[in-house]
Structures are given as C-alpha cells and as structure tokens.
C-alpha cells in the first residue's frame, strides 16, 4: 500500500512541473536533449520529463528601447551629438535565440553604424530640418539587418540632436538676424500697404467729395431752375388774376355809370394817398389838359383879331359893314375875357412851380 502511495507522488511529481499554460503575447523555446524542439504559443502544452526544457521565454510585445547619445560627423565636417529610440518586435521566438548572442547590444551598434553613415552624407542643416528623412532611412536599414534575428523594427525615432555650443551661438545669431529680416521686410511691406490704403482712401474719400459737390450743385441748379419756374409761373397767374380782377372792376364800374362827383371824390382819395410819404412831389391838377386847347383857341382868336385890324386898315368898306365887323371884334374880346377870367395862369403857374 505504502508503495503504491510513493509510485503516485513520484509521478505526480514528475508531470505536473511539466504541464504549463503560455499567457498571451508569449512564446517558449522548447528543446530536446539540447537541441530545438519547438515554440509553444498561447495554451497548455506538456513536455516530456527529463528530456524536454525550456530554453528561453520570449515576449511577443513591442518593446522601445532609448540609446545614449552617439557622436556623428555631418557632411560639412560638424561634430553633433544624436540620440535615438528604436521600437522593435520580436516575430520569431527561434530565431531571436538562435540568431544573434545578446541582441540589444547588437541592435545599438547597428543604430550607431547607420545614423553616422546616414548623417554622413547631409549637412548640418539639413540634418537638423530632415528628421523623417533619417527616420525612414534608419528604419529600413535596421528592418533589413536585424530581419535574420527574428526582430522587426517598426520605427526609428531621431529624439535629440544637439550641435556644439560654438555652432549654437551662430545659429542663434543666424535666426536672430533671419528674424530681425523678416521683421523689417514685413515692417517695410506694412508701412507700404498703410500707405497705398491711405492714398487709395483720400483718392476715394476726394472722389466722393467731388462727386457729393457735384450732386449738390446739380440738385441746386435744379431747385433754382424750379424755383424760377414756379415763381414765374406764380407772377404769370398772379398777374392774369389782377388783370381779370382790374377787369372785373372796370366793368363793374361801367355797369354802374358813376358820375362826376364820385369820379371827383375818388381824385381827391388818390390824391391824399399820394401825398404820403417824406419825398417831394409835384402834382398837376388834371385841368391842365385843357390848358393847351384853351391857349390854341386864345391864339388864334389873337390872329383873328390882328388880321381883321389889317383888313380895317387896307380896305375901306361900308359903314354897315364896319359896324358888323366891329361888333364881330367885340364879341371876340367879350370871349377873351371870359376865358381869362376861367383860367387864371398865374395861379397854374405857382401850382407847377
């Protein structure tokens, strides 16, 4: 019993160390009687006791690995300090073991072989401006190298390049100079567009000031030009209007036949109206139309007179006759007298004077 008890803990003992279960994102390399076997992937497996090892576990994730800075020479003879990240994956397990002893060394000076042999053939500042560049470069030269050790690097990053302190200060001079360029170029440019904009500006500005002057002036010349027309019009209508009211009036006036003491009373108002005012004035009575018909009847009542005492003179005539003809000369004289009397020259000579 005791034996049967002793067989089963040995056997246990010898199986179970055996059976093993590889996570996710693992693989083992399995040999046998020190040779290679097989790789366990992701599972339970079992090996055969005594004869079976594991030789080495590999984990399947990408792993980033950070190299110290290594010391280039670019094509124009500068020294530069550059540093490098290099993300990489282990894709056969086998090979990874088998390929290369100590494979982080052997990707290092892989990375540093081929970042001063890419390095080597730029300039300083296209080292600088031309990171992808290099990334692309090294990656694919490291792709291509490490392809026999079961790795595949993915990326190849350039993390820091660092010029001498020497070719720092230069360049720092070098961009302070480029910016302090730039600044007055675009200074420069500035003032130049503020300048066109201004001149553009008081050329608009004068173009509508001329031409508001301009509107105006035909907007004045217009309302002028209506102003007159309407007042002309106004003066026409008001003159039509009068004359149709003096009209009016003037027959009004005939219809009512007035006699000659209103047409008296009425000289009297316009002569009263007329004496208004400080300025002097002379007036004539209207009895001076008269006036002139009335010397023309004296005067050639004067001739009559004359010729008739010629007549009496050269002719001897009949006592009948001269007595008719001087009673025809007294009568004469008779009317002479009585139109002196009507009119005294005298008083109308004061009255003009």
């Given at each position: ?119 080597g053939n730029l300039e300083l500042d296209e080292s600088l401006t031309s990171r992808d560049t290099i990334n692309t470069q090294m990656r694919s030269i490291l792709d291509e190298a490490t392809d026999p050790w079961g790795i595949k690097v993915n990326r190849v990053e350039v993390k820091n390049i660092e010029p001498p302190r020497d ?23 500035g003032e130049k567009r503020a300048s066109i904009l201004e001149a553009e500006g008081q050329k608009e500005s004068a173009i509508r000031k001329a031409e508001g002057k301009k509107a105006a002036r035909v907007l004045e010349a217009q309302a002028v030009s209506e102003s007159a027309i309407l007042e002309a019009e106004g003066q026409a ?117």
């Amino acid at each position: 019993m005791y034996i049967f008890i002793i067989l089963f803990v040995v056997l246990m003992a010898l199986i179970v160390p055996n059976i093993r279960i590889v996570p996710q994102s693992d693989a083992y390399v399995i040999e046998r009687l020190g040779g290679y076997l097989t790789t366990w992937k992701v599972g339970l497996n079992f090996k055969i006791p005594l004869v079976d090892r594991i030789s080495s576990k590999v984990s399947l994730k990408e792993k980033v690995v950070d190299f110290p800075p290594q010391p280039v020479i670019t094509k124009d003879n500068v020294t530069i300090s550059i540093d490098t990240v290099v993300y990489y994956q282990i894709v056969n397990p086998k090979l990874f073991t088998y390929g290369v002893d100590n494979p982080m060394s052997a990707i290092e000076n892989l990375t540093a072989t081929t970042l001063r042999n890419v390095i080597g053939n730029l300039e300083l500042d296209e080292s600088l401006t031309s990171r992808d560049t290099i990334n692309t470069q090294m990656r694919s030269i490291l792709d291509e190298a490490t392809d026999p050790w079961g790795i595949k690097v993915n990326r190849v990053e350039v993390k820091n390049i660092e010029p001498p302190r020497d070719i720092q200060e230069a360049m720092e001079k070098q961009m302070r100079a480029e910016r302090e360029r730039r600044a007055s170029i675009l200074r420069a440019e500035g003032e130049k567009r503020a300048s066109i904009l201004e001149a553009e500006g008081q050329k608009e500005s004068a173009i509508r000031k001329a031409e508001g002057k301009k509107a105006a002036r035909v907007l004045e010349a217009q309302a002028v030009s209506e102003s007159a027309i309407l007042e002309a019009e106004g003066q026409a209508k008001a003159t039509i209007l009068a004359a149709n009211a003096e009209a009016k009036a003037l027959t009004a006036i005939q219809n009512t036949k007035p006699n000659d003491a209103l047409l008296a009373l009425k000289k009297v108002e316009a002569l009263g109206k007329l004496g208004e005012g400080r300025a002097t004035k002379i007036v004539l009575p209207t009895e001076l139309a008269g006036l002139g018909s009335l010397l023309t009847t004296a005067s050639e009542l004067l001739k009559d007179e004359k010729v008739l005492d010629e007549d009496l003179e050269e002719v001897s005539l009949d006592d009948e006759t001269l007595q008719s003809m001087e009673d025809h000369k007294r009568k004469v004289n008779d009317k002479l007298e009585e139109n002196r009397e009507d009119v005294n020259l005298s008083e109308i000579e004061s009255e003009i004077e």
